[in-house]
């Protein structure tokens, strides 16, 4: 079901909705720039690279395309395109398109520059991950980077609409029978498919198969043999066929075909034949075109409902989508919003998240934007990490839960971390500098160290706890103030 042309192309209006975008506005001046499309699954990132490999064929034919997939490609599958793509320059440039760009390392990488650069190779990426952090700088400055939206239901909706209708490309054609829909199968499937055209089109095929067996099943139990509706058109058009070869069954214009002009032909009445016992299928009423009905299967909400029996959630564990989830659920505790804070955690849960990742990441929060305000969250924390380990997914779920929401409602203070922060600021930038430890701070266990005027003028602070006059910092750094607590406003929420 991959669009032909990028006018069929569904979704994406803010790279081919408006016919001054780089993407048309290119295609009308047959120049194609080197892009990378970077989106969520199932967004249309293939389907687009080929659309426009399609269309400039169809206006010029000065392109040819070559797809290689990151996956499965390796050195000398890249060495032999872009070695072809030059000795053919001079008749037709290189449209070469590479799926999951970000799996080739830094050497692959750099392969594609030079050819980028003499323009033999018109380069279109694919990737699900953020460029900035999977692809070189030097292929990223040689590129355009349009971003992909994950599809609107919408947009799923006219996708599925599509994949029903069409007999050609459509579900008909994989599952052998008619096929129609339910009311609010179609509404369904788009809802629940996180804007991935791909999940929704998979369920379809699925509710679609399911729904082929259960015709076939009560076709079976009432003695009826079940006939695909491709058999019934083959069978069709060898009758067809054989009726135009004999003189008995043909209409009264193709009886007296001399006498009969184009005009004639087009205007006469020519659907005796086709009106005859011939019949063919009419696909809009479900009919075949003598009365008889077709096998359709009806797709119907519980087929749909059992092909996302697991529910599809958008999350990588591995990808940035990964890191955007943590992040959400960092920031909704700092923010001390509960309600935010468990659905985020629900989120990555639900997403297949390794539950020991996430307290080991509650366990940082507890101190470093807790910390001090409310010193019992760590030992919370820690206890969540253990209980987790101990029990592991679905049961420690609520544990997880209940230290989220601990975290999100505790008092938030970050002096601790910005007073680690400064300390180790301070010591980076005196690498080389550092002053020594001060004498009466250091430890003389031996006569010798004594002797050399260690631990001198030590005061214990057990036997004078009013004495304020003894210093711990270096000589350079005294009166400098790392932990400002508990005096700072700006450190305690």
Same mark, same amino acid.
């Given at each position: ?302 087929? *749909?409902?059992? +092909?996302?029996?697991? &529910?599809? /959630? !958008?999350?990588?564990? $591995?990808? #940035? ?83 989220? *929401?601990?975290? +999100?409602?505790?008092? &938030?203070? /970050? !002096?601790?971390?910005? $007073?680690? #922060? ?72």
């Amino acid at each position: 079901m991959r669009p032909r042309n990028v006018d069929e192309v569904i979704g994406q209006d803010h790279l081919l909705g408006n016919e001054s975008s780089l993407l048309r506005s290119s295609l009308r001046c047959d120049r194609l720039p080197s892009i990378l499309l970077w989106g969520p699954p199932g967004t249309g990132k293939t389907s687009i690279a080929r659309a426009i490999a399609n269309s400039t064929n169809s206006m010029s034919n000065s392109y040819r395309f070559v797809s290689l997939s990151a996956v499965n490609a390796g050195v000398k599958d890249v060495r032999d395109v872009v070695d072809e793509a030059r000795r053919v320059r001079k008749m037709k440039r290189t449209v070469l398109f590479v799926d999951e760009v970000h799996r080739f390392n830094k050497s692959q990488q750099d392969s594609f520059l030079p050819v980028i650069e003499d323009g033999s190779v018109v380069f279109v990426g694919a990737t699900t991950e953020n460029p900035s952090f999977h692809l070189i700088t030097p292929l990223l400055s040689r590129c355009r980077v349009l971003q992909l939206k994950p599809l609107r239901p919408e947009d799923i909706a006219v996708i599925l609409k599509r994949a029903v209708g069409d007999s050609e490309r459509g579900v008909e054609r994989s599952v052998g029978v008619r096929v129609g829909v339910e009311e609010g199968v179609i509404d369904f499937l788009s809802s629940n498919c996180d804007g991935d055209a791909r999940v929704a089109l998979n369920a379809l095929e699925i509710s679609a198969t399911t729904a082929a067996a259960s015709l076939a099943r009560r076709r079976h139990q009432k003695g009826e043999v079940f006939t695909p509706v491709e058999e019934v058109e083959k069978e069709e058009e060898e009758e067809e066929e054989e009726g135009s070869m004999d003189p008995s069954r043909a209409g009264p214009f193709d009886q007296c075909s001399e006498a009969s002009t184009d005009k004639d032909r087009i205007n006469g009445d020519l659907d005796g034949r086709r009106s005859s016992d011939h019949a063919s299928i009419d696909r809009k009423n479900g009919e075949r075109r003598d009365g008889s009905s077709i096998e359709i299967a009806m797709i119907t909400l519980e087929d *749909a409902k059992e +092909a996302f029996q697991c &529910k599809h /959630v !958008a999350y990588d564990k $591995a990808g #940035e989508e990964h890191y955007n989830l943590i992040s959400a659920l960092h920031k909704s505790m700092r923010g001390s919003d509960g309600d935010a804070s468990i659905y985020w955690l629900a989120r990555m849960l639900e997403g297949g998240e390794e539950p020991l990742y996430i307290a080991r990441r509650l366990v940082r929060f507890a101190s470093e934007d807790v910390g001090l305000a409310d010193p019992a969250a760590l030992t919370q924390a820690v206890a969540c990490y253990q209980a987790c380990h101990f029990l592991g997914m679905p049961e420690c779920n609520v544990i997880l839960a209940q230290c989220v *929401a601990y975290l +999100a409602l505790a008092p &938030k203070s /970050v !002096a601790v971390y910005r $007073a680690i #922060e400064a300390a180790q600021k301070v010591v980076k930038d005196s690498v080389g500098q550092n002053e020594p430890v001060p004498l009466h701070l250091r430890n003389a266990p031996t006569k010798l160290m004594k002797d050399l005027g260690y631990g001198k003028g030590y005061i214990y602070p057990p036997d004078d706890p009013f004495s304020s006059s003894q210093s711990y910092l270096p000589p350079s750094l005294q009166g400098y103030r790392f932990l400002d607590w508990p005096t700072s406003s700006d450190d305690q929420v």
